[in-house]
């Protein structure tokens, strides 16, 4: 076993730099001018960023009024029983409803889940796989699609919260089965 470890950390410590050894040295054989072409990519980079900045203003200023507003603590009081009868812990609500919302929300909820539940509860390890379950639809839709000037995301949204919702589910349903 300790031959094992000690060959991953050979491999995790060396993929990097020779994942850039290995570009470098495939442009080097086609005679791109590597400087040039990262200077260009920066730029194109600098500029989606400027793009995007409003549609993430917005998905981050979403996110804050629902938090402020109590609309996470009134939906779990809501759906509560509802979760109870699909065996979903009650607890996750919050982190179901911000997870396609924000990353940074969600592990904020998952932290919390942590403090009150302890790390090794139901609801807190719940918690942790349903982020790795799901995605942050909403700022996925606005950095996408915001930088290539696409305003109408047509089937897009429903399509991603419905991914959503199933990685969810089976998400909890799984912690469950597997570690509890």
Same mark, same amino acid.
């Given at each position: 076993?300790?031959?094992?470890?000690?060959?991953?950390?050979?491999?995790?410590?060396?993929?990097?730099p020779l994942v850039f050894a290995?570009?470098?040295?495939?442009?080097l054989l086609k005679n791109v001018?590597?400087?040039?072409?990262?200077?260009?990519?920066?730029?194109?980079?600098?500029?989606?960023?400027v793009r995007i900045v409003p549609?993430?203003?917005?998905?981050? /200023?979403?996110?804050?009024?629902? %938090?402020? $507003?109590?609309?996470?603590? &009134?939906?779990?009081?809501?759906? *509560?029983?509802?979760? #109870?009868?699909?065996?979903?812990?009650?607890?996750?609500?919050?982190?179901?409803?911000?997870?396609?919302?924000?990353?940074?929300?969600?592990?904020?909820?998952?932290?919390?889940?942590?403090?009150?539940?302890?790390?090794?509860?139901?609801?807190?390890?719940?918690?942790?796989?349903?982020?790795?379950?799901?995605?942050?639809?909403?700022?996925?839709?606005?950095?996408?699609?915001?930088? /290539?000037?696409?305003?109408?995301? %047509?089937? $897009?949204?429903?399509?991603? &919260?419905?991914?959503?919702?199933? *990685?969810?589910?089976? #998400?909890?349903?799984?912690?469950?089965?597997?570690?509890?």
């Amino acid at each position: 076993m300790e031959i094992f470890r000690g060959a991953a950390t050979v491999v995790s410590d060396s993929a990097i730099p020779l994942v850039f050894a290995f570009v470098l040295l495939v442009a080097l054989l086609k005679n791109v001018k590597v400087y040039e072409v990262f200077v260009d990519g920066a730029k194109e980079g600098f500029e989606t960023a400027v793009r995007i900045v409003p549609y993430l203003v917005a998905v981050l /200023v979403a996110v804050g009024l629902v %938090r402020s $507003a109590g609309l996470l603590d &009134l939906l779990s009081h809501a759906l *509560g029983p509802v979760l #109870a009868l699909v065996s979903v812990p009650v607890e996750t609500l919050p982190m179901m409803l911000v997870r396609p919302l924000s990353g940074s929300g969600s592990d904020g909820v998952m932290v919390e889940l942590m403090k009150t539940h302890g790390a090794d509860s139901l609801p807190a390890t719940t918690a942790a796989v349903m982020s790795g379950a799901a995605d942050t639809t909403f700022y996925i839709l606005a950095v996408y699609f915001g930088s /290539v000037g696409i305003e109408r995301i %047509r089937h $897009a949204l429903w399509a991603g &919260l419905i991914g959503d919702f199933v *990685g969810l589910i089976a #998400a909890a349903w799984f912690t469950e089965l597997l570690l509890f």
